[in-house]
């Protein structure tokens, strides 16, 4: 089992930059996917990116080259960096982890509001 903490969440103006932070409560070395999903009311959950504990990388098209997700194993930690922000990008960001042996876990969710 792993509990997810999400932080960084917040408003930003369009072009802005955030940095999104999932603390998990233990090691995530053995954890075979870390990601971010986002969802807006009315829609369905969607991929934003996710990372493997060998380190490759996947994003959504709507993200490529403005968003990168990396991992810090001796933090227990993943990130998501957003740069050039829109307003489409607004939604309440989740962290997920899952493994083999892991069922697919979530975090709580964290906010992020591009307006001006």
């Known amino acids: 089992q792993v509990q997810l903490v999400e932080s960084g969440g917040g408003l930003v103006q369009p072009g802005g930059s955030l940095r999104l932070s999932c603390a998990a409560s233990?090691?995530?070395?053995?954890?075979?996917?870390m990601g971010w999903y986002r969802q807006t009311p009315g829609k369905q959950r969607e991929l934003v990116a996710t990372i493997t504990n060998g380190g490759n990388t996947n994003y959504a098209d709507s993200v490529k080259g403005r968003f990168t997700i990396s991992r810090d194993n001796a933090k227990n930690t993943v990130y998501l960096q957003m740069n050039s922000l829109k307003p489409e990008d607004t939604a309440v960001y989740y962290c997920?982890?899952?493994?083999?042996?892991?069922?697919?876990?979530w975090g709580q969710g964290t906010q992020v509001t591009v307006s001006s």
């Open positions: 233990r090691s995530i070395f053995s954890i075979s996917y």
């Open positions: 997920n982890a899952r493994s083999p042996s892991l069922a697919s876990t």
